[in-house]
């Protein structure tokens, strides 16, 4: 439930106007620092600003480039959170059965480390959209039609999944190990889900459903040892705070509650892009819902 | 160069505050519609909003949902149409030349029917960015890195390439072997950008930007075509007036010139991620121009 308001943000990358003064100041900027000298060069020649100009609402430089200001939104953390999609049709039951079944591995590997946990999971989480936004995609072009604006809301749940690992990624840090098994998990996952989507998105965007209700009731269990003291509530991630808007002082535990019903928008928008599968329709038949995270 | 301005539309797709009054609203209309009942039943269980709340700026209703309000932007058409960049490694020349030999049989295809050329190219000019944007974003997730935008604008890449497909199907249909013709080349040009891509970035990068030169060069005989009148001015599609904010007499001359300025943003984008991996960086050590189109 984002209620972004990018208009209070008063830049822009690139605006037509500025563009000659810019290049100016590029210049100028190259022959004062000689270490810099060839990127700036580079940049001005293809007309293309550093984005180093990004400032926040309070004027202070903005140190992300992998996230823009007014891509920041405050969390709609009112949202429902015990919602459940009862499974219904033996489709409905494999998904249910096969998310339940891949807790039982997840919960002996991490056991409570829910940091850790958060953050090798949010390394799978990202992928189902991009594979679904890109299939969509794909799609779009081949058949000359548009996709109803799903493929922008699919690419927004792979970002949003992304800024979650990016946000997690500052308060646990991977183990060589983990690291390689965030490789072969993926290369699984992916493949696994590429053609799960082909065959059957009704029943990949239901997985995906069932997946973020668990993530949710992760988060949940992971609030309770920040409560109960067992995890120390470390101050927020300075990327969190920029990301969701958090005030200066916020903790994980705002970090984790905001994250919480980031997963439980994705929730929804997946059973839907699955009940409108059971509908006998096409994604684009409904309109997505854009910037619901 | 967008100077878009979100602040303007005063609406959002969710916000917080309006969901409760807004399911209200939808169930009191699901009475009413009797028709579309299911669907709005569905979409209220979950919690998900329709967009067809949303509004243009003079709060006549949105039409489109495969692209937002806010996702409108003017065209910087001052951008320089002439800029090239002049192969010198022998990696620059395969790939200039690669894309040199690929418009002869281009040319004798299409002959001078440019709507209809237009058409067919952007469903092969809106690959490249998705393949791109995708295969960063899993790198970002097993490296646990950011990606310093790069995903984000490539992504943004493909996405104006479909707004341009959306657009040029409104003046020209595709025929039956026109549609065989762009999934086969699609099935190819996918895979090979994917593994080009993954071989070498530099020469991935330089190809599109290679092909974008081209693409300026034939959207400039598209231009010089309907200014000697040989191919009809008709009015600019709705979906063309929207998206890039044109007058509403706007005419496909408008249309093209717009196009043309997006590839040669394109064009820039592309050279300058190549010209970084040739400066033996990766591109998320330099931000990526987000926004520029
Ligand atoms: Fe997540
Ligand atoms: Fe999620
Ligand atoms: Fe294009
Ligand atoms: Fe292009």
Chains 1, 2 share one sequence.
Not at 11 to 29: L, N
Not at 64 to 80: G, L, V
Not at 138 to 150: A, H, I, P, T
Not at 248 to 271: M, S
Request: aromatic share 12%; with cysteine; net charge negative.
């Amino acid at each position: 439930g984002g209620d972004a308001v990018p208009g209070v943000w008063g830049m822009r990358m690139m605006s037509t106007s500025s563009v000659a003064a810019t290049e100016e100041a590029a210049k100028e900027e190259a022959k004062k620092a000689g270490a810099e000298k060839k990127e700036v060069v580079v940049n001005s020649y293809w007309g293309i600003e550093q984005s180093k100009k990004l400032v926040r609402e309070d004027g202070t430089e903005w140190k992300w480039s992998c996230f823009r200001p007014w891509e920041t939104y405050t969390a709609d953390t009112s949202i429902d959170l015990t919602k459940h999609h009862v499974p219904k049709t033996l489709l409905d039951k494999i998904a249910y059965w096969t998310v339940k079944s891949l807790r039982f591995p997840t919960d002996i590997f991490f056991q409570r480390r829910y940091g850790c946990r958060a953050m090798m999971l949010e390394t799978v989480a990202a992928v189902p959209g991009m594979v679904g936004g890109m299939l969509l995609h794909l799609r779009s072009l081949r058949r000359f039609e548009q996709s109803g604006g799903w493929i922008r809301t699919l690419l927004e749940e792979a970002e949003n999944e992304r800024m979650h690992l990016m946000t997690f990624m500052e308060v646990a840090k991977p183990r060589w190990y983990e690291r390689a098994l965030v490789i072969t998990v993926q290369g699984v996952f992916f493949n696994a889900y590429f053609l799960g989507y082909l065959l059957s998105p009704k029943f990949a965007h239901r997985v995906v459903g069932y997946l973020e209700e668990e993530a949710i009731h992760s988060y949940t269990e992971f609030l309770k040892d920040l409560e109960a003291g067992k995890i120390d509530n470390v101050p927020a991630p300075a990327i969190a705070v920029d990301y969701w808007r958090l005030p200066a002082d916020a903790t994980l535990k705002d970090v984790v509650t905001v994250v919480r019903a980031d997963e439980a928008h994705h929730r929804d928008v997946n059973h839907f892009a699955s009940d409108i599968h059971y509908q006998g329709m096409e994604l684009k038949q409904t309109p997505a819902p854009i910037g619901y995270h």
